[in-house]
């Protein structure tokens, strides 16, 4: 195809219509906006404890480099030259919420898909295509953040827009399925497992019936796809064929789990290091639920040797804790956590990762007569805490969370946290 647009320039017609916008090598544009020598040069990120590549560069790319272990482009890397960084999520957590600031500012509603897609609506517009325009304009100036547009007329259709955006510079970012001869050539070049709810597994089953592309999923009759495929199938063939089934989801559904681990930056073995673990990571989880205003009524916590080592013992334990009343009290999920570890805790092992889970969560609480907590009175405390983390971003915490300084995450190529740190903040010369 080249460089010539996929699809003819057309008026847009006045329907609603969807967009999905998608930063471009998000975690190393973020890097390359407060570092300009980044630009054209070949650039990996790297995973928690920085044994995995999770990003790269279209540079790197094009040097053969793929999302591995990174001790496999070792030789790649110091041949080229390659700029190779931990993963600094609080850098990228902070610029994925201002390119989410910015187009809150453009479109009514908006679904923020993941840290670096949303989904964004165009009703009310006459003219998406000029709207998206400037969307890709004004974000990738306001934050310095590249990004693509896809616009259709369903969710599943404007990711296959996206995709050419994306793919094809011809578009300059921007690209609209908006007739039923666009859609059609849309999905005769796009590859069934490339389809956003088809996964893997029924790609396989698809491809095995001839079932090469898109287009020819949609010809499927829809009763086979609904036996065959429930009815998320279903869906999806539906939107393929231009018929919205997905709504967009303003605010986001609350989590049925909240889930927080981390594997040890080295393995440790001593239980002191262990307890400050589960303690800071039970923290972050009832973080979450005051965020979302919901108390847990079940929890979970686990440790576990490394796996990989097949030369060292291996060990995987869990406890369940019930809470008599349900919490989102820091001190009493920590202290649970904690007491449930020890538990758990058998010495002469080599610990990789621990982890909570807060398995069942309910927005209602039903009180005890036997409890002897003063629950208004914490709640004020943990109103408290979460309001001065947050204006001075401030580390008050539980003293059993300890300083985390033999158990944090292995990253030893972390940039500095550009925005969200006045001690990192660029100073010009």
Request: with cysteine; proline share 3%; hydrophobic share 35%.
């Given at each position: 195809m080249g460089n010539r647009n996929l699809y003819d320039k057309k008026e847009p017609k006045n329907t609603l219509m969807y967009g999905l916008i998608d930063c471009n090598?998000?975690?190393?544009?973020?890097?390359?906006v407060f570092n300009p020598a980044l630009n054209d040069r070949p650039v990996l990120v790297l995973s928690n404890n920085d044994g995995y590549i999770i990003a790269c560069s279209n540079e790197a790319k094009r040097l053969g480099v793929k999302r591995r272990p990174v001790y496999q482009f070792k030789k790649e890397i110091e041949l080229y030259n390659m700029a190779v960084f931990s993963s600094n999520?609080?850098?990228?957590g902070d610029m994925s919420t201002r390119v989410m600031s910015v187009l809150s500012t453009m479109v009514p509603d908006i679904e923020v898909y993941s840290i670096d897609e949303a989904f964004i609506s165009f009703a009310g517009f006459d003219d998406p295509l000029s709207l998206g325009r400037e969307?890709?304009?004004?974000?990738?100036?306001?934050?310095?953040?590249?990004?693509?547009?896809?616009?259709?007329p369903t969710k599943t259709l404007s990711k296959i827009a996206n995709r050419f955006a994306k793919k094809y510079p011809a578009y300059n970012n921007v690209c609209i399925i908006d007739d039923e001869e666009k859609r059609i050539k849309a999905l005769k070049l796009t590859p069934v497992g490339d389809v956003w709810g088809i996964g893997r597994g029924v790609s396989k089953r698809l491809l095995s019936r001839g079932i090469e592309t898109a287009y020819d999923f949609t010809n499927l009759p829809q009763d086979w796809v609904r036996k065959n495929m429930t009815v998320v199938g279903e869906r999806t063939w539906s939107e393929l064929r231009g018929i919205p089934c997905i709504e967009m989801e303003c605010t986001p559904p609350s989590k049925k789990?909240?889930?927080?681990?981390?594997s040890f930056g080295k393995m440790i073995t001593d239980p002191i290091n262990l307890s400050e673990a589960i303690a800071t990571h039970?923290?972050?989880?009832?973080?979450?639920?005051?965020?979302?205003?919901?108390?847990?009524?079940?929890?979970?916590i686990f440790i576990h040797t490394n796996n990989f080592r097949?030369?060292?013992?291996?060990?995987?334990k869990n406890a369940i804790i019930n809470f008599p009343v349900p919490t989102s009290d820091s001190t009493e999920i920590v202290k649970a956590a904690v007491e449930a570890l020890r538990r758990i805790y058998l010495e002469g092992y080599l610990y990789k990762k621990a982890g909570v889970i807060i398995t069942e969560l309910t927005k209602n609480v039903q009180l005890n007569i036997f409890d002897t907590v003063d629950r208004e009175k914490r709640a004020r405390l943990m109103e408290a805490i979460d309001h001065i983390n947050d204006k001075y971003r401030a580390q008050l915490k539980i003293a059993t969370q300890g300083n985390g300084r033999d158990w944090k995450l292995k990253q030893e190529q972390l940039s500095p946290a550009?925005?969200?740190?006045?001690?990192?903040?660029?100073q010009i010369k």
């Open positions: 090598n998000f975690y190393v544009s973020c890097e390359r999520y609080t850098l990228y969307i890709v304009r004004r974000v990738s100036k306001s934050t310095g953040i590249p990004v693509s547009l896809g616009i259709a789990q909240i889930c927080i681990s981390r039970a923290a972050a989880c009832a973080r979450k639920l005051r965020d979302q205003k919901a108390y847990a009524v079940s929890m979970m097949s030369d060292q013992p291996q060990y995987y550009y925005t969200t740190n006045l001690n990192d903040i660029i």
